[in-house]
């Protein structure tokens, strides 16, 4: 009975203690698979003589930053959902559901602009700082329209999406297996 009364729930911190687990090698494999990326591409314009300005390398460098910081994203949502399902195939099924249908079931809609919703456009905007697309036309009378999203959006779109698999998660995993 004491052992009872003085029990306290440590079900959250094994969840983020997990989480920052996987962010975190997510993190250090996507940066230095992208640093040996960038670095084997310094060697090739090093040899062949080509000029590249300090602004294009810190692009380059910015690029992977943000690049390693989405895998690390994408291996926490993964790991929210996994363990909301507590199934690796329910996570793989919903990973192409989500980015093979939800192209398909957008670009059915009835929208003025489907492509800002797409999982690749917002992918983009995060990766190139911005993506820039040109308007649909969906008459013979239309005027096309150079449209561009800021990587806000693209950190909103997917950022609701991570934190709604993570609070699901959490909640699902605080209850699971307990009297």
């Known amino acids: 009975m004491s052992n009872q009364l003085v029990f306290e ?35 090739l314009v090093a040899l ?3 000029e590249v300005t300090g602004a294009q390398w810190g ?3 910015t690029g992977v930053l943000r690049a390693a910081l989405m895998a ?15 199934n690796t195939i329910a996570t793989l099924g919903l990973l192409f559901v989500a980015a093979v249908g939800s192209s398909l079931l957008i670009s059915a809609m009835p929208m003025a602009d489907p492509e800002r919703w797409m999982l690749h456009a917002n992918g983009l905007t995060i990766l190139a700082d911005g993506y820039t697309y040109w308007s649909p036309c969906r008459s013979d009378m239309c005027e096309q329209v150079e449209l561009v999203l800021p990587m ?28």
């Open 9 to 43: 729930s440590r079900r959250t911190r094994v969840w983020w203690a997990k989480a920052a687990a996987v962010a975190s090698a997510a993190f250090v494999v996507a940066a230095l698979a992208l640093a040996l990326f960038w670095g084997l591409c310094a060697l």
């Open 48 to 50: 062949r003589d080509i």
């Open 59 to 61: 692009d380059a460098w």
């Open 72 to 86: 690390a994203a994408a291996a926490l949502g993964g790991y929210a959902v996994t363990m909301l399902f507590r």
């Open 152 to 179: 806000s959006h693209g950190l909103v779109y997917f950022g609701v999406a991570l934190a709604v698999a993570v609070v699901a998660s959490l909640v699902a995993f605080q209850r699971r297996d307990v009297p």
